[in-house]
């Protein structure tokens, strides 16, 4: 009998065919598949967008060659929802088992959103955004080795869980996620704390330099909101003093209709590095319709060095970032007005002058699965 083989890709289509097939079985089949299938899950999104900017370029200008580009279009120095005109941000399948004691999770991404959310690794891990396995050590005490994205921040890489869909500052210049072993501590109902040894930042395949990082987490929640304080030390590379972030990612429901988040962070390494803060007031206007503002204020510290952080230069500026999230079942969609303001000229208008702010518009859609 001749040999099949499966590759990769199509076990992962496999996989995500019965995952889009789950979607659209009935309530009691749903079941049944629970029934055959206990503690597995399949999850994930889809997300696309339109950006243009008001005032700056949303296009390439060539020199006299006709060849040569001498300015492209203009966006923030942020992570993600950067591309002009229609484009696309990624699918994102996420599989899963939650057993009593033992479980994993394998966070897939495709398209350019995931490509920048992994952009440390190489060859086939160039898709993996997440993957680790978990102990449940006692009711108490749960270790977590593999690749897990950060716990700084109040941002993280799917668009599902971000009320706005372009990123902050202080997301796209901190950690995006790390590989090592971490031990999460509920200390009671509402305190819990975390330990980690992790690879330098973002090296999530494999450690290549063969030092450390150390993290360290303090939480408290209750039915009205959370806080979380969060630190990183250790070597990124040999030869770099060790870097130090502190982070501290907090929001609260001041009523049903009323939300307001706050992040601050600082980095450093060598007094190079940045610092920040940012609040996200939100109010749930109608059952499908919820506005929400991000307002940051970021500083890069440059300390006289050649390599710096957002626009090489020891920048001031702040981000007002107004989005609308409409929900229709699964799908949101986010019209978002956003003005970028630096205290230097960092961007080019349409006339390719250099101006000091840019005013752009992005209309998103995310749908969750």
């Given at each position: 009998m001749k040999q099949i083989t499966i590759t990769k890709m199509q076990k992962f289509l496999i996989f995500a065919s019965i995952g889009l097939w789950n979607l659209s079985v009935s309530a009691q089949e749903s079941e049944v598949l629970e029934e055959a299938l206990p503690g597995f899950s399949i999850g994930?999104?889809?997300d696309t967008y339109f950006?243009?900017?008001?005032?700056?370029?949303?296009k390439y200008v060539y020199g006299p060659d006709g060849e040569t580009p001498i300015a492209?279009?203009?966006?923030?120095?942020?992570?993600?929802a950067n591309d002009p005109g229609f484009a696309?941000?990624?699918?994102?399948v996420i599989l899963g088992y939650e057993g009593e004691k033992i479980g994993f999770v394998a966070d897939l991404v495709f398209g350019p959103r995931g490509e920048e959310a992994v952009f440390l690794s190489m060859g086939s891990s160039n898709i993996v955004n997440q993957l680790y396995v978990y102990y449940n050590v006692s009711e108490n005490v749960r270790l977590t080795l593999g690749d897990f994205n950060t716990f700084l921040g109040y941002e993280v890489i799917s668009p599902v869980d971000n009320f706005n869909y372009s990123t902050s500052y202080m997301f796209s210049y901190g950690p995006f996620s790390h590989t090592g072993l971490k031990a999460d501590i509920a200390l009671?109902?509402?305190?819990s704390a975390m330990l980690a040894i992790m690879n330098p930042t973002d090296y999530t395949e494999f450690d290549p330099f063969g030092v450390y990082t150390f993290?360290?987490?303090?939480?408290?929640?209750?039915?009205?909101?959370?806080a979380y304080l969060n630190l990183i030390y250790g070597e990124q590379a040999p030869g770099l003093d060790p870097t130090f972030q502190i982070d501290l990612t907090t929001g609260w429901d001041f009523s049903e209709a009323f939300y307001l988040g706050l992040n601050t962070t600082y980095n450093s390494t060598d007094d190079v590095g940045f610092y920040g803060v940012a609040l996200y007031p939100q109010i749930q206007t109608s059952e499908n319709f919820a506005i929400g503002l991000r307002a940051e204020y970021f500083k890069e510290l440059a300390n006289g060095h050649d390599e710096t952080v957002v626009y090489n230069s020891d920048a001031n500026l702040t981000?007002?970032?107004l989005t609308g999230n409409y929900t229709v079942g699964s799908l949101t969609i986010k019209p978002e007005l956003r003005l970028d303001s630096v205290d230097r000229d960092v961007f080019v208008n349409q006339d390719l002058e250099p101006i000091d702010n840019l005013s752009s518009f992005v209309l998103a859609a995310v749908y969750a699965f």
């Open positions: 994930g999104s889809v950006r243009t900017n008001f005032n700056g370029l949303n492209g279009p203009q966006a923030p120095a942020t992570a993600f696309l941000g990624m699918v994102n009671n109902n509402n305190w993290g360290a987490q303090l939480g408290y929640s209750n039915s009205s909101g959370s981000a007002f970032t």
